[in-house]
């Protein structure tokens, strides 16, 4: 296994673990931590075009804000949060990598999975609070979570193709 992959994996575990258990008080060291990625990482570009996922994330998590779906305190979503966001998107590129060889069937269950399970402990650890009843909360974060992984990891495969055609025909020149 590459040493980065490993990196990033504890790179984007950190991350949760950080944004679930500090919110706010960690929002510093998640800058941080991005930044470090950055500094790093062997794909740079790549990781920066990723960054679009993070947008379409805040947008999805902004309107369960206004929605009341989670509530952090606020009507607009947390720093923490989006650079949480931003940390998720930037390991697709990594160690999320492996799910751009899996078919879209595949990714639909892992993202209706995964999205509520970690939403559901970042709730447990009250990183933030609900006010709809446990099972419409974890049916909202499977349903969009089933939508957003297959859409975020093919974002990340076509980026990463595109940027891997792109250098091929550069070192052609």
């Known amino acids: 296994m590459k040493p980065f992959l490993v990196i990033n994996f504890i790179f984007f575990q950190v991350s949760w673990l950080l944004s679930a258990n500090f919110t706010d008080e960690a929002t510093a060291f998640l800058l941080l931590l991005l930044l470090s990625h950055f500094i ?9 075009k990723v960054l679009a996922i993070a947008v379409i994330g805040c947008l999805v998590d902004q309107g369960l804000i206004y929605a009341q779906v989670i509530n952090v305190g606020s009507t607009a979503i947390p720093a923490w949060l989006i650079l949480l966001w931003c940390c998720f998107a930037v390991s697709l590129n990594h160690s999320f990598a492996w799910m751009q060889k899996l078919a879209v069937p595949y990714l639909v269950c892992i993202g209706a999975i995964s999205g509520p399970a970690s939403y559901y402990a970042a709730l447990s650890l009250q990183a933030f609070d609900t006010s709809v009843a446990t099972s419409y909360f974890l049916i909202t974060f499977a349903i969009a979570w089933a939508v957003l992984l297959p859409m975020a990891v093919n974002f990340s495969r076509v980026s990463t193709m595109k940027m891997i055609k792109e250098n091929k025909e550069a070192s052609c020149v």
């Open 40 to 48: 790093i990482s062997p794909s740079k570009l790549a990781d920066l």
